[in-house]
């Protein structure tokens, strides 16, 4: 599949798909890495959009301890990647799995998503 990787303000990204003017912003859970956008990516570029994926803090190339995956540093890097996305394409959607719903949620109350999916594990 079509990507290019990016540096978004310090955070790697992976931009997926072929040119259109709707994407994906793709928020991985805890365990996991921008590269398991991949399959999500494809599915949505069958319906016209582009996904763009990031490392979250302490995931993927970000290993590096001293910036904590914690919900204020989550919601720091989740508002850069929003900004960059919605100042580049003009229908925004949401996709975002475990951690990285919780850290959505309590980050884009207030931005304009055309669709927003949610996938998180079940709690016993």
Same mark, same amino acid.
């Given at each position: 599949?079509?990507?290019?990787?990016?540096?978004? &303000?310090?955070?790697?990204?992976?931009?997926?798909?072929?040119?259109?003017?709707?994407?994906?912003?793709?928020?991985?859970?805890?365990?996991?890495?921008?590269?398991?956008?991949?399959?999500?990516?494809?599915?949505?570029?069958?319906?016209?959009? /582009? @996904?763009?994926?990031?490392?979250?803090? &302490?995931?993927?190339?970000? @290993?590096?301890?001293?910036?904590?995956?914690?919900?204020?540093?989550?919601?720091?890097?989740?508002?850069?990647?929003?900004?960059?996305?919605?100042?580049?394409?003009?229908?925004?959607?949401?996709?975002?799995?475990?951690?990285?719903?919780?850290?959505?949620?309590? @980050?884009?109350?207030?931005?304009?998503?055309?669709?927003?999916?949610?996938?998180?594990?079940?709690? /016993?």
């Amino acid at each position: 599949m079509r990507h290019e990787k990016l540096m978004i &303000e310090g955070i790697p990204a992976i931009l997926w798909g072929n040119p259109f003017d709707k994407i994906y912003i793709h928020v991985h859970g805890k365990m996991s890495r921008k590269e398991y956008a991949e399959s999500f990516a494809e599915l949505a570029g069958k319906e016209g959009y /582009q @996904t763009l994926s990031f490392d979250l803090p &302490e995931h993927g190339e970000r @290993t590096d301890r001293s910036y904590r995956c914690d919900v204020w540093n989550g919601k720091k890097d989740l508002n850069i990647i929003a900004d960059y996305v919605f100042a580049k394409w003009s229908k925004v959607s949401l996709y975002a799995c475990s951690l990285g719903a919780y850290f959505a949620l309590q @980050t884009y109350a207030d931005r304009p998503f055309q669709k927003c999916l949610f996938q998180s594990p079940m709690i /016993q």
